[in-house]
């Protein structure tokens, strides 16, 4: 595998998911696979879970690390080409590129969306010059319009936590002060629709995500009557896609105070199948889920985290496969 940024790149999913059970149960044993190679971990962005849990499975698999915060004591970058840098940006990343990667075999990249440029974040523009520059594999820990690592640990964690064959799997929007890229329902949506689950959006109007993500999923503008029978509740807020209003894109619809009906409470849990309730996390309670629901024995927010070591460690060993 030289990139990771969606499902279809990780192959058959039961293949995958098989070999996340297989690493689970011994996260050591391919502790050989990486010896001598090095992951170097770019952020852009802040990050807990990500930040921790690919240098846990990059260790996992023997390898050497290196995480670089870009914007934290490294050279301020220009990312775009034919500007006179007269700024505060002192380095290009088109230098700065390749000099990365000759210190490490493989590198992921997080690097959120401006929310400015529509076109500019949906062709994974700062990804792909990675991808293009670095001749090295290359794989995503959120980018500007997906979250494979954290979709794959969705994905695990519904495989574990699952009661039926195809349960119901209700992703819902729900209300935030700021303005929220739309990566991780992006990839959640992507995943779910190439898993064996029956998946339903629920959003306020103005909020449809982009077709390659949503694809044929059904999407139900009633909140109450999408979380109808759900075995798994999925919340995230995300910032208008600009599909339908592309005049709006990354910005925030409606004033939050409006719309606290959409926070995820036990009104709406209790016309569930007795749902988990999910997110990717960091979240802010009392906006997007309630107190008592986050912390009811249904709550899998811990657990996902959780996985976040294990779809690290099979999409790194996929890639170490490939060097
Ligand atoms: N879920 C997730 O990616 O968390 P971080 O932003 O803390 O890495």
């Not at 700065?96 to 076109?119: E, K």
């Not at 303005?179 to 029956?198: G, R, Y």
């Not at 075995?231 to 208008?240: P, V």
């Amino acid at each position: 595998m030289k990139s990771f940024l969606n499902v279809q790149d990780l192959g058959n999913l039961h293949t995958a998911l098989a070999e996340a059970q297989e690493i689970k149960q011994d996260r050591f044993k391919y502790v050989e696979m990486g010896k001598n190679k090095t992951a170097l971990l770019v952020f852009f962005n802040n990050s807990l879970r990500t930040r921790l849990s690919t240098q846990k499975a990059a260790l996992n698999l023997g390898m050497n690390v290196i995480v670089l915060d870009v914007n934290a004591g490294a050279w301020k970058l220009e990312t775009e080409r034919g500007v006179i840098m007269d700024g505060d940006r002192s380095e290009h990343l088109l230098e700065a590129i390749p000099v990365m990667a000759s210190y490490c075999d493989v590198i992921g990249i997080r690097s959120f969306a401006g929310l400015a440029d529509r076109n500019y974040d949906y062709s994974e523009t700062i990804y792909n010059q990675f991808l293009k520059y670095s001749g090295k594999p290359v794989f995503a820990m959120e980018t500007a319009t997906v979250h494979p690592l954290q979709a794959f640990a969705d994905l695990i964690t519904i495989e574990e936590y699952k009661t039926s064959q195809r349960p119901k799997v209700v992703l819902t929007w729900a209300p935030h002060p700021k303005s929220l890229p739309q990566a991780v329902p992006d990839s959640f949506a992507e995943w779910m629709n190439a898993a064996d689950v029956d998946f339903v959006i629920t959003h306020p109007e103005g909020y449809e995500l982009d077709q390659r993500f949503a694809g044929d999923a059904r999407v139900e503008y009633n909140q109450l009557k999408a979380f109808e029978g759900a075995d798994f509740i999925y919340a995230k807020n995300w910032s208008c896609p600009g599909v339908t209003n592309p005049d709006k894109y990354g910005q925030i619809l409606d004033d939050y105070h409006k719309m606290m009906d959409w926070t995820v409470s036990a009104r709406q849990m209790a016309v569930t199948n007795n749902a988990h309730f999910m997110h990717c996390l960091p979240v802010r309670r009392g906006m997007i889920v309630t107190d008592d629901v986050i912390e009811s024995p249904n709550s899998l927010v811990i657990p996902e985290a959780a996985n976040r070591e294990i779809s690290a460690t099979v999409v790194l060993k996929r890639i170490l496969e490939n060097l």
